[in-house]
């Protein structure tokens, strides 16, 4: 599996489980929903300051994120 997507995918879950939508975390972010749907599809890829982000947002560890030690 292309890891942009795998990466999505850890995203997704971690969103979800904290009960937010896309649209919530995107403006946490200050973007569209739109654009932050192409993140959790794997379109595009995160940069370190939306990893760092989404790591404080979802209370979740870069390690849990990129799937390591899973």
Known sequence: MEYAKFIGENLKAARKGKGLTQK??????FMTQQ???RFEN???E????????LCEL?????NELFGIGN
């Open 58 to 62: 979802l209370e979740i560890t870069p």
């Open 35 to 37: 654009q932050y749907s």
């Open 46 to 53: 995160l940069n370190y300051g939306q990893i760092r982000k």
């Open 24 to 29: 919530q975390v995107a403006q946490q972010l």
């Open 42 to 44: 794997g379109v595009y």
